[in-house]
């Protein structure tokens, strides 16, 4: 597992910015609890794609969804993620997305409309995720349907505690 590790992280390194992801310690920390999920894409032995994902009774929450630059367009991003929506069968998917300001986060926005997806307009904040990096605002994509405002900031709250460590009001 260690090795699969190795190459997520350096796969996460490669398509995220820095404060969107933990340390290397950090990271895999989580590959210890039962809520949290690696879902990976391999072919001939080499990692192309993975979603980090976590299950809550409520909700299933993609943090990570990342293919290898040379194996991007593949459709790899999109099985990934019908498998997760697969997983979740009645209950609702939710991600985070920069806000869909230029062309590199307008296609990564249509890209999970195009698998149902609504983006929904809240304001959301991800606290920092280490010592040295800031929070970032975002904004939360939900499967098959636009949440409520009251919805939304349930699910943040759920968020805050079980995936940042934060208080539940953070930025609610």
Not at 120 to 149: C, R, W
Not at 157 to 164: E, F, P, T
């Amino acid at each position: 597992m260690d090795q699969l590790f190795d190459a997520v992280y350096e796969i996460m390194k490669e398509s995220f910015p820095r404060d969107e992801f933990r340390s290397y310690e950090g990271q895999k920390a989580l590959l210890e609890r039962s809520d949290y999920h690696l879902k990976t894409y391999e072919q001939e032995g080499k990692l192309l794609g993975f979603c980090a994902y976590y299950v809550f009774d409520e909700f299933l929450y993609i943090e990570h969804l990342a293919c290898t630059p040379l194996s991007r367009g593949l459709g790899i991003g999109t099985k990934l993620v019908q498998d997760i929506l697969s997983e979740a069968g009645n209950h609702p998917v939710i991600l985070e997305v920069e806000p869909p300001v230029d062309k590199v986060t307008k296609r990564r926005v249509g890209f999970y409309e195009r698998l149902g997806f609504v983006l929904n307009l809240y304001p959301h904040y991800q606290p920092p995720l280490n010592l040295t990096t800031d929070m970032v605002e975002l904004k939360i994509m939900s499967s098959f349907k636009a949440l409520k405002e009251e919805e939304q900031k349930a699910y943040r709250r759920i968020l805050n505690q079980r995936v940042y460590g934060v208080d539940a009001e953070f930025r609610i």
